[in-house]
């Protein structure tokens, strides 16, 4: 789609969730907003980043949505922050609702704050912090898109993403647990097992549509002896919309009743599915908001933990998944926590033939889907597609049918830009391909 | 034109070096303070290991990725801020002048290095003008203060250069070379030339971020 048409689309994107929002601002209301928050929450990074830019453009190639756009400039990273935040400092707050309606789109759903722009700056100025900060300011005054506005709704009204409520959280764990002995008569999903080492915690999404992944977490853990529990109560989701919709004050919520819910069961450390949005709120962003410089409870990531238990014996390859297999790199666990060469590892052990896809680790192209901006639903998916064709192009010169993703929202992203661009492809997870091929001594 | 030249040798070049001195100073101590109050992850995550392993990487052309990825651009940068910094310390003129009225003379490139270099930053000026002009994502943002930092480096070497030739009226072009130096340097903390000053705070910033808390590379 040309800019022009975009913009044009932009226009006429009905999203009650912004227009509502806009339909009750004032300039002055606005410019108070954004007063404060540059004044109480911004400080040195804010200035400096925006100061010592200097406009060279070297920012450009890195991000996903300037090259499928095929180079409009108006997609780069540094464009994107003169549409909002240079503006609103030049003006010092005094903006319009339009100019806010703008801005919104542009923080909300054109930046999935993958930082891969960060990589590419030589001053390594971090685009993802200046569009978190005109997020903050759009949350601040109500203009947020509708469907990530519910979930963050869902995360203040219930502790999780997805609006379950407490029973169901656990009649979904038990269903699962029934279900998984069939095949492993000695299974248990330990709930609020105190002094258990681990905690494992997923996110909302799971026990809404996802639950064959926490049959198979808890068929990796019974087969590996892992000392386990859930918990019962709320506090078991990690997921964090709120962290995307600039709503940093129940992020902080949500991240002090996850750890002081593995804190009132005494584990050693939490183990989290292979989710990416998840791992960076309670590694890097929700810990910092409640001042935190580390965590209170480590936490493993799904990639790391199967890495450890593949190095300690007590994961055993049955057989190889003999289908030729591709690895995105998500951008929360790689330019985010590191993972790319243990996440091979994994890979490499349980999969005869894998094909890298280029540009990869820390280099590799978002899915488009992270950042919130697929949360922002249906009105944004074309959003999303045009953005990405690079992922496609990317995926597609690999030559392969099967892509391991291990996060969720990638997932979701490239299942979409899979269907849209019609590559035949199939996602996987770390978690369903060790399902298949992992040695099961319990199981009938 | 005496008069005008004792003013701009004499009182202008203290104001000016003032200037560029004591506002970079204030640059950094308040930059500093802002951290201490507001940001303050950045003084906390800031690792000394990490931080230096992410300058050096950058400071080093065709390491990066992106770097790579524009050849052109990597090596015309790099020689431009090198002949940049060093061509003025070590120019022969220069350091005549700092003999004659402070007693302080050293080492000097010799007069054909300085002549190439002090050329090489006009001729890189006009390549970044150029650039910016003609390439879609640089114009994008382009605003009128780009192109007046730009002229602002690009009168000092090239009025320095035509002096040094004595292409034009001597004691006129002359004074435009002190004079425009001087509102380079009292820029510097003012401008967009402060990445001058924090350049390497931000770089090694998001190196301490990414290398100690993230654990990935930034290059």
């Known amino acids: 789609m040309s800019k022009e048409a975009l913009a044009e689309r932009n226009k006429h994107v009905v999203d009650p969730g912004l227009e509502l929002g806009l339909s009750r601002l004032t300039p002055d209301k606005i410019e108070k907003a954004i007063q404060r928050v540059l004044r109480n929450e911004t400080g040195a990074r804010l200035k400096m980043y925006t100061e010592m830019c200097v406009r060279c453009g070297l920012c450009a190639e890195a991000c996903h949505y300037y090259l499928s756009h095929d180079g409009d400039p108006a997609y780069a990273p540094v464009a994107k922050v003169k549409r909002t935040m240079w503006e609103m400092l030049k003006r010092k707050g005094r903006v319009g609702p339009e100019f806010l309606r703008q801005a919104a789109l542009v923080a909300y759903t054109e930046c999935n704050l993958c930082r891969r722009c960060a990589i590419y700056c030589p001053f390594g100025i971090d685009t993802a912090y200046i569009i978190q900060v005109v997020r903050r300011i759009c949350h601040l005054l109500g203009v947020t898109p509708q469907y990530i506005q519910d979930t963050a709704h869902s995360h203040s009204a219930t502790m999780n993403q997805m609006w379950v409520k407490d029973d169901e959280w656990i009649d979904s764990l038990m269903w699962q647990e029934e279900e998984a002995r069939d095949e492993i008569p000695n299974l248990r999903i330990p709930l609020e097992k105190e002094g258990a080492e681990i905690m494992y915690s997923v996110i909302a999404p799971e026990p809404k549509f996802q639950t064959q992944l926490i049959y198979m977490a808890a068929v990796i853990m019974n087969e590996t002896g892992m000392d386990w529990t859930m918990p019962a109560t709320p506090g078991w989701d990690n997921s964090d919309m709120t962290m995307f919709t600039g709503d940093f004050e129940i992020m902080g919520r949500l991240k002090r009743l996850h750890f002081e819910t593995a804190q009132r069961l005494r584990v050693k450390r939490i183990v989290m599915g292979e989710c990416g949005h998840a791992y960076r709120s309670i590694y890097d962003v929700g810990n910092r908001w409640l001042g935190w410089r580390n965590l209170p409870v480590p936490v493993t990531h799904a990639v790391e933990f199967y890495w450890e238990l593949l190095n300690s014996g007590r994961l055993k390859v049955a057989r190889q998944f003999e289908e030729p297999v591709t690895l995105h790199d998500p951008c929360n666990i790689v330019r985010g926590r590191g993972l790319h060469e243990k996440a091979r590892d994994v890979l490499r052990a349980f999969c005869k033939t894998f094909v890298e896809m280029e540009p990869n680790r820390e280099h590799n192209y978002c899915c488009c889907a992270g950042g919130g901006v697929i949360n922002c639903g249906p009105p944004y998916k074309m959003v999303r597609m045009a953005g990405n064709k690079v992922k496609a192009d990317q995926m597609k010169a690999t030559g392969v049918k099967v892509v391991i993703a291990p996060c969720h929202n990638c997932h979701s992203g490239l299942e979409d830009i899979i269907h849209h661009y019609e590559l035949g492809m199939e996602t996987k997870f770390f978690s369903q391909i060790i399902y298949e091929c992992m040695e099961k001594p319990n199981a009938v | ?219």
Not at chain 2, 35 to 63: Q, T
Not at chain 2, 77 to 103: E, S
Not at chain 2, 161 to 176: D, E, R, S
Not at chain 2, 180 to 202: C, E, N, W, Y
């Open chain 2, 1 to 219: 034109m005496h008069t005008i030249y004792n003013l701009v040798v004499g009182p202008l070049t203290w104001i000016a070096g003032a200037v560029f001195v004591f506002g970079s100073i204030y640059r950094l101590v308040s930059m500093y303070l802002s951290a201490k109050k507001k940001d303050p992850f950045l003084l906390e995550y800031m690792d000394f290991k990490y931080g230096l392993r992410s300058i050096l990487h950058w400071i080093v052309p065709f390491v990066p990725v992106n770097s790579k990825r524009h050849p052109t651009v990597t090596v015309i940068t790099f020689l431009f801020h090198l002949c940049l910094i060093f061509t003025p310390i070590f120019l022969l003129a220069h350091v005549v002048l700092l003999d004659t009225y402070h007693g302080l003379g050293f080492w000097t490139f010799p007069e054909t290095w300085s002549d190439v270099m002090a050329a090489f930053v006009v001729g890189a000026c006009l390549f970044f003008g150029i650039r910016r002009a003609v390439l879609k994502e640089v114009r994008y943002v382009t605003s009128a203060m780009d192109w007046v930092v730009l002229v602002m480096v690009f009168l000092p070497f090239l009025t320095g250069f035509l002096a040094y030739h004595q292409i034009g009226p001597y004691q006129v072009i002359l004074i435009i070379h002190i004079l425009s130096g001087q509102v380079m340097l009292a820029a510097i903390p003012f401008t967009r030339l402060s990445h001058m000053l924090f350049a390497a705070v931000t770089r090694a910033y998001i190196g301490s971020e990414f290398g100690a808390v993230r654990q990935a590379r930034d290059w």
